[in-house]
Nanobody, 126 residues
Framework: QVQLVESGGGLVQAGGSLRLSCAASGRTFSIYKITSKMGWFRQAPGKEREFVAAITWSGGSTFYADSVKGRFTISRDNAKNTMYLQMNSLKPEDTAVYYC???????????????WGQGTQVTVSS
């Protein structure tokens, strides 16, 4: 089992920045993460959940949705088992609940994920 806990959400003005964190844990996580990926998704009110970005734990390869490319940066700290999403130049349309997820796969463009966090709210005011 893998447990994921997001933090760092909040209210920010358009053009501002936020950094989300996702702390991963679990009895066998140190082994799980060797061949796994982590991702960020978001869901705005009345909309379907959409992919934001993904990263592999081992090599740090990344993949982004076109809507956030150049504004958001995904990263991870292997020692802390924590993944981050640095969000710059935020827009009102970035307002959503942001979820982190983990999956035992290295296929970044495959959007199936096994474990999910509870989410953290990000609100961007205009």
């Amino acid at each position: 089992q893998v447990q994921l806990v997001e933090s760092g959400g909040g209210l920010v003005q358009a053009g501002g920045s936020l950094r989300l964190s996702c702390a991963a844990s679990g009895r066998t996580f140190s082994i799980y993460k060797i061949t796994s990926k982590m991702g960020w998704f978001r869901q705005a009110p009345g909309k379907e959940r959409e992919f934001v970005a993904a990263i592999t734990w081992s090599g740090g390869s990344t993949f982004y949705a076109d809507s956030v490319k150049g504004r958001f940066t995904i990263s991870r700290d292997n020692a802390k088992n924590t993944m981050y999403l640095q969000m710059n130049s935020l827009k009102p349309e970035d307002t959503a609940v942001y979820y982190c997820a983990a999956d035992k796969s290295l296929l970044l463009q495959q959007l199936k994920y096994e474990y999910w966090g509870q989410g953290t709210q990000v609100t961007v005011s205009s």
